[in-house]
């Protein structure tokens, strides 16, 4: 019986909306299985994947891709707003999973959590053995769960530092020009060949 009682608070605690926890421990719990792999004897290929796979359930690249589009935004047809939402979920999963590989074994500190206008701001710090980084997530609720939808590292914020380069990038060429560009650099195949 106790083990029959002690199965069913466990599963109702793994089923639990992800909401019904507060954005810094979701952000928390997050970090350390993000941490747990990175220390994993994995391969460097295997541990890319594993933190690609966690971190498509914490970040809302798409929020993040429009943001970053800015006033392009409405010059992308429906297909390639699509098409441009998938490759760049690509690129900020591998920008953002390759910095936290270059740590070894990263350690996390939480700084403070505070709501504003609707969102969650919580600060992290990533710290090494001689120094710290700041690291500030913005989350939403998003149906069941937390959704970070902005990241600001050491004062940068990564989703308006892409967004620069894009503005530059779409200065000088055309949408479907753009978006071979991110096919070569950020599509199926290169992933393909990588693993």
Known sequence: MRYVLTTCVLWLCLAAPAWATSALDYTRAT????????????????KLAALSVLFRR?????????????????????AQQKEFLALFR???????????????????????????????RVDTQIVTPNDRFDVVY?????????????????????TANLGSQLNDLLSR???????????????PEPRQRAG
Request: aromatic content about 10%; charged content about 20%; cysteine-free.
């Open 31 to 46: 970090l350390t299985q993000a941490t747990a792999i990175v220390a994993s004897n994995q391969s460097h290929n295997q």
């Open 58 to 78: 914490f970040l809302d690249t798409d929020v993040m891709g429009r943001e970053a589009l800015g006033r392009h935004w409405a010059s992308f047809t429906p």
């Open 90 to 120: 690509e690129l900020m999963e591998r920008t953002y999973v390759a910095k936290l590989l270059l740590f070894d074994n990263p350690k996390f500190a939480y700084v403070s959590s505070a709501a504003i206008q609707g969102q969650t």
């Open 138 to 158: 913005w989350l939403s609720p998003s149906a069941d769960q937390w959704k970070a939808t902005r990241i600001v590292v050491e004062g940068v914020n990564l």
């Open 173 to 187: 060429m055309s949408v479907p020009e753009l978006l071979e560009l991110m096919r070569q650099r950020y599509g």
